[in-house]
Each structure stands twice: as C-alpha cells, then as structure tokens.
C-alpha cells in the first residue's frame, strides 16, 4: 500500500502529525510511506519503520518547492495521499483515496483536527522514534546527574520567556532542598539561536550543559529523552519532548495552548496573565517585529505549575 504523507515544513506542527502517521503505519498492513516534510524536520520521519522515503522540502520562490514535490510524486500512483497542507497538490495525483486537512473546529487542536481526518477519537498522540547514540558516551554521563531540559528560544521573538526567568526556575529546581536538587541544566536551542541562549547559560555556569546549535535534530531527540523534565517556550523543541513522553511543560502567552499546547499525558502548559487578546489583537502586533511579550509570566508561576505536575506524575507511580 503506496501512502504519501505531506506533512509541515515548521518542525512543531511535524512532530504534531507523527501521531496520524504511527496510525497509519499501524493500521495498514504491507503500507508504505512516503513523507514530504520541511529540511529539518525531515531526519525525525527516517526513523518510522514502515516509511521507505522522505522528500525534503525546502521554501523556494514563487511556490517553486510544489512543483519541485509535484515531479517527485506524479510519476506514483498511490493508494492514499494525505495532505496536512490542504494543497492543490493533492487533486491532481493519481490516488485511490485523498485525505486533505480542512479548517479546525472552533478550540481545537491541531492534534484534534488531524484525528478527525480519520474520524479518530481520541486522536493519537504524537510520538517519536530515537536513535540509540551509542558514540556519545557523555549522554550517560550527564544523565547520571539528573538533566533539566530548557527550551529558551522559539521561532518568533515575542514567544520567548525572558531569559532571567529561565534562570530564576533553574535555580528554584536545582537549589539545595529543591525539586530536582543539583541536577545539570541542559538548555536546548537551534543552530542561529546562540545569541539569545548565551546570557542564560553564562548565568548558569557550571550546572548548565550547552545544546544550542551544536546537535542533530535526531541528536537533539536522544538527549531530549534524557531530561526528567522540560520546561520550553511555545516551539518546535516542546513539541519533540512531550512526543518522547517527557514530562513537559510549554509557556504560553502570545500564542493558544488550546490550539497549540504540548500533548500527551506527561505535558502541561502555562500562560501569561496578560490575555492572548491584550497581547495580540492590536494594530501593534507583528510576529516578526514585536519584541518580548512574555513579561505577564512570573518564575514563580512556571515553578508552581511544574511542581504541581512533578506532584500529579509522582501520585501516578512516574518513576523520577
């Protein structure tokens, strides 16, 4: 069974859709997959057993990377084709079926949305395969300590929690008496992102491990899996924890965890005192220029909810 999946070129929204696709993969036998994905999101799809190829996608001008995907894909003739894009890519290869994502319903995630593509309920959680990085010997080494995952950067500046208060929390954690005593602090960030990483891992020193830009995403997997906890802005890097069931909590405050929160049993999500509506709905807001605004969302709440997981976990036998 010939399956192509069009998933998001944005690594969040990716990670989203590897729960329909560990469905598929699951529930089709002989099926064969498939997936067109952004660059870098595209290594996490390697790692599906049943999937035989991923063509990468990458943004070209004037919709180029359609046509560039229409003739890698024309010359198939699939039994199914599902489009996460809604493009018009998908009316025009030959399939048996096509299942095309539409609007989502009033509050829903998009998690949901992509469950009612196959009338699921409830719809399956994301989930990611890891690799074994038997070549890293520090990976045990580091763990050995108990690791703290932050994610401090996101793909729009106004997303991101201000740096002080990342490393207010990670002091209250590891703190003597604390709730992750003395463990390291592994602070998480892409290739590009330094800049914004920097100051909080000069304020953490010596309890701070660097993963900003120096890792694989598949890497940045294996060692994300690690963490006994993460604690991330809205991102692509919160998305992948609670994927691996790492117990994760997402900061929100321009951006709805209702739409958007980390999922699965192990995640949480917190968000500013300021409104979404305060924050955004004004002639003011552009994701690509505004600054911080995140500034509605104290340490002290982000450590209130965190325990208040750690707690909940805990009471249900989660082995810390």
């Not at 359609?66 to 890698?72: E, G, R, Y």
């Not at 729009?156 to 209250?172: C, M």
């Not at 709730?179 to 602090?185: D, G, Q, R, S, Y």
Request: hydrophobic share 40%; aromatic share 8%.
């Amino acid at each position: 069974m010939r399956v192509l999946f069009i998933t998001s070129t944005r690594i969040g929204d990716a990670v989203l859709s590897t729960g329909l696709l560990d469905y598929l993969c699951k529930t089709y036998q002989g099926i064969e997959v498939t997936v067109a994905s952004g660059v870098l999101s595209a290594p996490l799809f390697r790692q599906f057993p049943r999937v035989r190829r991923v063509i990468e996608i990458k943004k070209g001008s004037f919709n180029s990377h359609w046509i560039k995907l229409w003739s890698n894909t024309i010359g198939t003739a699939w039994d199914l084709v599902v489009d996460l894009r809604g493009s018009a890519l998908s009316y025009i290869l030959i399939t048996k079926r096509r299942k095309i994502i539409g609007r989502p319903s009033s509050g829903e995630h998009r998690v949901e949305t992509l469950g009612r593509l196959f009338e699921l309920s409830p719809p399956p959680s994301p989930r990611l395969e890891i690799e074994n990085y038997k070549s890293y010997r520090d990976l045990e080494a580091i763990a050995s300590h108990g690791i703290i995952g932050l994610g401090v950067t996101a793909n729009w500046l106004p997303k991101i929690w201000p740096g002080a208060r990342f490393v207010e929390l990670a002091d209250a954690l590891t703190k003597k008496n604390g709730t992750f005593e003395n463990a390291k602090v592994a602070v998480f960030g892409g290739p590009g992102e330094e800049a914004l990483a920097n100051p909080i891992l000069d304020a953490l020193g010596d309890k701070a491990v660097d993963f900003v830009g120096n890792l694989t995403i598949t890497e940045t997997a294996a060692f994300l899996k690690k963490c006994k906890v993460f604690v991330g802005n809205d991102s692509g890097l919160m998305h992948m924890s609670a994927a691996l069931g790492v117990p994760t909590l997402g900061l929100f405050g321009p951006s709805m965890p209702e739409h958007y929160g980390p999922w699965g049993p192990h995640a949480r999500s917190v968000r500013s005192d300021i409104s979404f509506k305060e924050l955004v709905q004004t002639p003011q807001f552009d994701h690509r220029k505004t600054e911080i605004l995140m500034q509605g969302l104290s340490s002290k709440k982000v450590l209130k909810a965190l325990e208040k997981l750690v707690s909940e976990l805990s009471e249900k036998g989660h082995q810390w």
